[in-house]
């Protein structure tokens, strides 16, 4: 039956996403030491990987630390208060929301900028070689996640807890179990949990909120600080949560 009553169309107008070869400046928000949001687009640094925001790695004593927090902290240290620019690459294939950017400040290219002081490793085939000297000289000179053991970021997003490559000077004989923990610790402030699952497909895994009733017995092997950053990731959200 048509309604009787007339229906009202709302037009919402959204912003455009930035035109490829565009630039975007402003104030940089750090997501993760290879994604920051300028201006309401999020840009994936083009051709590097960094550690994931909740990856650990060892240091020379072989001694777990936070690298992917401690990226970040160097990646602010370096930005500061000033006005990053970004070269807009058009969209991320793996992730619509995201666009691939070259960014810059103060006329330092922060893609070499981690990569050279070991915060970030070439990531092929889309950096098509163009960091390899920057990375092999961070290797030498144990800067960064080289001065210990560690698992590419890739290995770690895909939980390639067998077959993962362990890189570094100082691989511990237990390294793999402490990179891959059947348990992750908690991020401050990121509550979120991650398990990988294969009834997930063809997502990686679920994710858990701390409201969702299969939360306690969820054993975390990765923590996320918003939903929005465990989509980005490719987990789904869990059955037994709320769905709004």
């Known amino acids: 039956m048509r309604s ?32 920051i949001e300028v201006r309401g687009s999020i840009f994936r640094l083009h051709g590097i990987d960094a550690p994931e925001l909740d990856q650990s790695c060892l240091d020379a004593e072989g001694a777990l630390y936070a690298c992917g927090r401690d990226a970040v ?9 000033r006005t990053v620019i970004c070269e807009d690459r058009g969209p991320d ?7 691939i950017g070259r960014c810059s400040v103060g006329g330092t ?9 070991g915060w970030a490793v070439n990531f092929e085939p889309y950096a098509k070689g163009e960091f390899l000297a920057d990375e092999e000289d961070a290797r030498r000179g144990r800067l960064g996640i080289w001065k210990g053991c560690f698992v590419a970021p890739r290995d770690f997003r895909h939980w390639n807890n067998g077959k993962g490559k362990l890189l ?15 348990v992750a610790d908690m991020l401050s402030g990121c509550e979120i ?17 701390p409201g969702c009733r299969s939360y306690r017995r969820t ?16 987990f789904r959200k869990a059955f037994t949560c709320d769905w709004h």
Do not use: M
Request: glycine fraction near 8%.
């Open 4 to 35: 009787l009553f007339p229906v009202a169309i709302i037009c919402v107008a959204l912003a455009a996403p930035p035109a490829s070869g565009a630039e975007v400046s402003g104030p940089a928000h750090i997501k993760d030491a290879d994604t």
């Open 73 to 81: 902290r160097e990646l602010r240290g370096l930005i500061a208060e």
């Open 93 to 99: 294939s793996a992730y619509p929301k995201r666009r």
């Open 109 to 117: 290219d922060l893609h070499r900028w981690l990569v050279q002081n």
């Open 168 to 182: 570094g000077p100082e691989c511990p004989q237990d390294a793999r179990g402490k990179l891959f923990p059947d």
């Open 193 to 209: 949990k991650g398990h990988y699952s294969r009834r997930a497909w063809p997502y990686k895994g679920i994710y858990h909120l």
């Open 219 to 234: 054993k975390a092997k990765r923590w996320f600080c918003s939903e929005e950053d465990a989509i980005a990731a490719g």
